[in-house]
């Protein structure tokens, strides 16, 4: 297959697909490598020795086998791979080991690819077969290193020394894998951190834009609602003559229509990140102007302010300014004159009381988009809202601690 083709089939594969095979790739072509170095290091070390020429018949049996055990470490590391390579680097081990101590060479058994061998199962082995394994790497580590230095039943002092060199290549295969483990899981818990602040920053964006929508919604309905409220005065003031009517509606017409540009003005400064010139959000300061443009459009409101007026936060005094805006607008929508609002500072908590004749109430069957909106805001600051017809009084009361914000 020719490189071109190659590249095709695997753009047809997925990314996370193509990324494994080069890691297979370049993990097998290492394997290979170091495969090769410990086959000509160990066998040149045989030489040195002088194994060849102390006797060429054995010596070239130990070579091949050498360099086939070696070469073996270039195997998939499977369970049976990686125990079958150590079992059999520790026979050849133990066999060089004989060699040398039977024609008394004195340099030091060929052991590159019995190190390999020991980092390799305590890398890739787990449970009984791992603790098998370097069990049997340590005994022949101890049985060739005593033999070649020849205190094989003099010195069991140099014993511990003697299984070192196949218990620490093991135990650094272990490590190995346990440090890579652990990085692993930090990776982990890092991609999870990353999706919990991705799925969270969405919630976020869910919730402004929740929000953006409540105030646009109070804002039309507020503004809209008195606007057609004074357009069917003016039209009624207009069929009976009544000039002075007419001009009193058309100039609330007027009025209600720039408040309402006013506030989708500071709705869209703010979606767009403007700071709108300095200007604040609206907050329960403003209940005059408020209650003065519904009595304009025709509903009567007593105010009734207990308490001090503590230092609200301006989320909390912005989002109660909207509730008492929906409120009042319900109230001019379906209810009738007076409406009496209240509005009460404790030490901890803010509670809003309006109530109205009842004039024409939505049924229960379709919820009121303005009610289901107070109830949104007002639990997000941890408040409770409590509805409903007491006697011939519509009634609402909202309640939210001022700490919640």
């Known amino acids: 297959m020719v490189d071109g083709e190659r590249a095709g089939v695997d753009s047809d594969r997925p990314t996370g697909v193509v990324l494994a095979m080069d890691v297979t790739r370049s993990l097998a072509r290492q394997s290979l490598v170091v495969a090769v170095v410990a086959a000509m290091v160990d066998t040149a070390q045989l030489v040195l020795c002088g194994a060849f020429g102390t006797s060429p018949a054995l010596a070239w049996p130990l070579a091949i086998a050498v360099v086939t055990v070696d070469l073996a470490l270039a195997a998939a590391p499977s369970t049976r791979a990686v125990v079958a390579v150590a079992v059999a680097q520790a026979v050849l081990k133990v066999g060089i080991a004989v060699f040398a101590h039977h024609h008394g060479l004195p340099a030091r058994v060929p052991d ?10 305590g890398a890739w082995l787990g449970g009984f077969a791992s603790v098998g394994t370097v069990t049997l790497l340590a005994a022949g580590a101890a049985v060739a290193n005593l033999l070649v230095g020849g205190i094989l039943s003099r010195d069991w002092r140099l014993f511990p020394l003697a299984v070192a060199g196949g218990v620490v290549p093991w135990l650094v295969g272990r490590y190995t894998t346990a440090r890579g483990a652990y990085i692993a899981e930090l990776e982990q818990r890092e991609r999870l951190r990353q999706q919990e602040q991705l799925a969270a920053l969405d919630r976020a964006l869910v919730d402004e834009r929740e929000a953006i929508a409540r105030d646009l919604h ?13 357009a069917g005065a003016a039209r009624i003031a207009v069929s009976h003559s009544d000039s002075a009517a007419t001009v009193r509606s058309l100039t609330a017409v007027e009025t209600s229509s720039r408040a309402a540009m006013v506030d989708l003005r500071r709705q869209l400064d703010l979606l767009h990140g403007r700071d709108d010139g300095g200007q ?13 443009r519904v009595g304009e459009a025709g509903l009567t409101v007593r105010v009734d302010i207990s308490g001090e007026p503590p230092v609200l936060p301006e989320s909390l005094d912005v989002m109660l300014y909207r509730v008492v805006q929906e409120i009042l607008t ?29 004039g024409h109430v939505v049924s229960s069957e379709n919820p009121h988009r303005g009610l289901d909106g107070i109830r949104r805001r007002v639990e997000l600051f941890g408040g409770t809202v409590q509805s409903g017809k007491i006697g011939e009084r519509w009634e609402i009361l909202v309640s939210v601690p001022i700490g919640a914000a």
């Open 280 to 292: 604040r959000q609206p907050g329960l300061v403003d209940i005059d102007d408020l209650v003065q």
């Open 330 to 358: 319900n109230a001019l929508r379906h209810g009738r004159d007076p409406a009496r609002l209240e509005i009460r500072y404790g030490p901890t908590r803010v509670q809003v009381r309006e109530s109205n004749p009842v």
């Open 218 to 230: 109070d804002v039309i309905t507020h503004h809209v609602s008195a606007i057609g409220i004074h």
């Open 112 to 121: 590159v690819g019995f190190l390999v061998a020991g980092y390799r199962a």
